[in-house]
T-cell receptor, first 110, second 112 residues
Framework: RKEVEQDPGPFNVPEGATVAFNCTYSNSASQSFFWYRQDCRKEPKLLMSVYSSGNEDGRFTAQLNRASQYISLLIRDSKLSDSATYLCVVNGNSGYALNFGKGTSLLVTP | DTAVSQTPKYLVTQMGNDKSIKCEQNLGHDTMYWYKQDSKKFLKIMFSYNNKELIINETVPNRFSPKSPDKAHLNLHINSLELGDSAVYFC???????????FGNGTRLTVT
């Protein structure tokens, strides 16, 4: 089983839609969880950290389910500028390594 | 003002050559990384240094040798380049433990 798994998509949604991505991880001892965003031919950029109690940042909400070992990202009121690849990131065994999922591609259309 | 900077941005070279990529961070982070993103867009960790000490060394060919002269710099030297080495190489830094990564803007390596 891969350490971090995501549905690659693509998710094609109209502007204003709500879209959700899930990600599962294999290491039950993982302590750090993040969502990154990567635009085409650019470096990944931190979108938000994921906390145990769930957290929200504007239109973005992240949830963590430790029992089922998955994290989720909800995007409300999608904008054209949200089109990107969203990477789920979980720390690995050593605590130093952050393992990336392969990413979920989102395309928001007018 | 760039927090994590790596050079060069593009590198085109022939098989068998040796090349280096340099990385510097001015964030005061203790930990630096090299990640490789292949044509399938999968980001995979290669190496990590914490305060100049190698702490992660994934299954990477010996042709790849990282060097960290100080905690703000982590360079990557590649010997005898092969076609399969073509990828984007990202440098990153963080504080150790639960901190997120800050990435450089990548070096696109093409081996012909």
């Amino acid at each position: 089983r891969k350490e971090v798994e995501q549905d690659p998509g693509p998710f094609n949604v109209p502007e204003g839609a709500t879209v959700a991505f899930n990600c599962t991880y294999s290491n039950s001892a993982s302590q750090s969880f993040f969502w990154y965003r990567q635009d085409c031919r650019k470096e990944p950029k931190l979108l938000m950290s994921v906390y145990s109690s769930g957290n929200e940042d504007g239109r973005f909400t992240a949830q963590l389910n430790r029992a089922s070992q998955y994290i989720s990202l909800l995007i409300r009121d999608s904008k054209l500028s949200d089109s990107a690849t969203y990477l789920c990131v979980v720390n690995g065994n050593s605590g130093y390594a952050l393992n990336f999922g392969k990413g979920t591609s989102l395309l928001v259309t007018p | 003002d760039t927090a994590v900077s790596q050079t060069p941005k593009y590198l085109v070279t022939q098989m068998g050559n040796d090349k280096s990529i340099k990385c510097e961070q001015n964030l005061g982070h203790d930990t630096m990384y090299w990640y490789k993103q292949d044509s399938k867009k999968f980001l995979k960790i290669m190496f990590s240094y914490n305060n100049k000490e190698l702490i992660i060394n994934e299954t990477v060919p010996n042709r790849f040798s990282p060097k960290s002269p100080d905690k703000a710099h982590l360079n990557l030297h590649i010997n005898s380049l092969e076609l399969g080495d073509s990828a984007v190489y990202f440098c990153a830094s963080s504080q150790p433990g639960r901190s997120p990564l800050h990435f450089g803007n990548g070096t696109r390596l093409t081996v012909t």
